[in-house]
């Protein structure tokens, strides 16, 4: 599912029952998601489910290429964790795993 921007007139449930369709697609197609939402590890922690792994990435002004190679860095170093369930954070120093689901 595509990224939706809603106008603020709409239902905020509409946003939630969205984003929810999107982690589900994911979680069944055993992808990892790589979210813009500092709250999407909140989100993974609320559905108390092991999947899908996210990578939220916790740097701005990185350039596509730049986004590009932090996302392939992060993806090769935390390749079983990603595999098992694992939400990561990631900025151009650290990687932070935590398992899922989270508690």
């Given amino acids: 599912m595509n990224r939706i921007l809603l106008d603020q007139g709409l239902a905020p449930r509409a946003a939630a029952i969205l984003r929810q369709a999107g982690l589900e697609k994911a979680r069944n197609d055993g992808r990892v998601c ?3 939402d500092h709250d999407s590890h909140a989100h993974l922690a609320v559905s108390g489910c092991g999947r899908p792994s996210g990578v939220l990435l916790r740097v701005e ?3 596509a290429q730049g986004q590009a190679d932090l996302i ?3 993806c ?3 390749e079983t964790a ?3 369930g694992a ?4 900025d151009c120093e ?3 795993i935590r398992r899922l689901p989270l508690r």
């Avoid at 939400?87 to 990631?90: E, L, T």
């Fill in 61 to 63: 002004g990185l350039d």
């Fill in 34 to 36: 790589v979210p813009l």
């Fill in 72 to 74: 392939r860095s992060v």
């Fill in 94 to 96: 650290s990687i932070r």
């Fill in 87 to 90: 939400a990561v954070s990631a």
């Fill in 76 to 78: 090769l170093q935390c």
């Fill in 82 to 84: 990603l595999s098992d």
